[in-house]
């Protein structure tokens, strides 16, 4: 549970419409079946590279991104397909972008680190751990820059940068921080704390496994979120958004999760224990939320397994329409090198 406390946001019982119901569960169900289809495609030998899936973090990346505007900007990791379907970009560019076709969302060239989209504000996933944090910064700024200095009264848009607790180590964390609150940059870092940095633990890599602490050092607030609970998450980011929006700066929030699967794809996973997993697995986001809104009376079950069905079609359709799209032509090995290229 968080160790500080946000501005309260509650009208409701978990301040939520049927209808934000309803959109934040069909996020959270695409995210874990494409992610569960890409393994398939993966052991099927139809993509290649390395492939990190997000299964059990899907809570973080909905109730971020759902509770900001389709103007407002994201950040991503390596770690990056759902980020970029909640950001709305179509599971059709996605799945082809990971079968290298030139219909992907990066023409084929990116592949799974590295999922990009100008049309959705996806500033793209980053092979290298925290290196987006320094653009998801340059992404803030000009959002008040052209605002304050241009005068550009609907430039309000927010950030969401995204990473894990062991991007937290590296110098780019900190220097960006000390930037973003310096100029009160409308950013909030959500910091996706799955416990393990690829095969180190948490604890036995940081002096200070209190991630969101360090954001005292800047001034800024930050919190403790459990992020296997969309609707906690949600609250949190509402009022950094809020926050953002409203010219007061950035927010951290560390966002307790874990990964269901591997580092990747290519992980056999033998270093977490069986009773750690098994804990985990218990608390899975899509099935504690599901149980949530019925149980207050918000949606039945008939209507989640017909959005069940309905996210298996799209998964289903973006494999055929994958499967389907050219292979990127030979001729334009040295396009889109420059902007003027896109």
């Not at 495609?41 to 993509?47: A, I, K, L, N, P």
């Not at 092979?127 to 803030?140: T, W």
């Not at 700024?141 to 927010?158: I, L, T």
């Not at 036995?204 to 998450?233: L, N």
Request: negative net charge.
């Amino acid at each position: 549970m968080p160790q500080d406390t946000v501005a309260p946001v509650a009208t409701s019982a978990l301040n939520l419409t049927t209808e934000e119901v309803l959109t934040i569960y069909e996020d959270m169900v695409l995210g874990r079946t494409f992610e569960d289809k890409c393994a398939e495609m993966y052991y099927r030998g139809r993509m290649f590279g390395f492939v990190h899936l997000y299964n059990g973090q899907e809570a973080v990346a909905t109730g971020v991104i759902k509770a900001m505007r389709p103007d407002d900007y994201v950040c991503s990791t390596y770690r990056d397909h759902v980020h970029a379907l909640s950001a709305g970009v179509t599971a059709n560019e996605v799945m082809a972008e990971l079968f290298g076709k030139e219909t992907g969302c990066s023409k084929g060239r990116g592949g799974s680190m590295h999922i990009f989209s100008a049309k959705n504000n996806f500033l793209g996933g980053y092979a290298f751990v925290s290196e987006g944090i320094p653009v998801a910064a340059g992404a803030a700024f000009q959002s008040k820059y052209r605002r304050e200095v241009m005068g550009d009264p609907n430039a309000d848009q927010v950030t969401a940068c995204f990473f894990g607790d062991g991007a937290s180590n590296n110098g780019q964390f900190f220097e960006t921080l000390n930037m973003a609150a310096l100029w009160k940059l409308p950013i909030i870092f959500v910091i996706e704390n799955n416990d393990w940095a690829i095969g180190m633990k948490h604890v036995r890599a940081t002096s200070d496994v209190r991630i969101h602490k360090k954001a005292e050092a800047f001034g800024m607030p930050g919190f403790e979120v459990d992020g296997m609970d969309v609707v906690e998450v949600r609250k949190y980011a509402q009022e950094a958004i809020r926050r953002a929006r409203a010219g007061e700066g950035p927010t951290v929030l560390e966002c307790m999760t874990y990964r269901f699967r591997g580092h990747s794809l290519a992980d056999p996973d033998e270093l977490r224990s069986k009773e750690d997993k098994d804990k985990w697995f218990g608390r899975d986001p899509i099935k504690i939320f599901s149980s949530r809104v019925i149980e207050h009376g918000l949606v039945d079950e008939s209507q989640l397994k017909a959005i069940d069905k309905k996210i298996r079609d799209v998964v289903e359709e973006c494999v055929r329409f994958a499967e389907e799209s050219p292979e990127p032509d030979p001729k334009d090995l040295f396009r889109y090198q420059f902007a003027e290229d896109e």
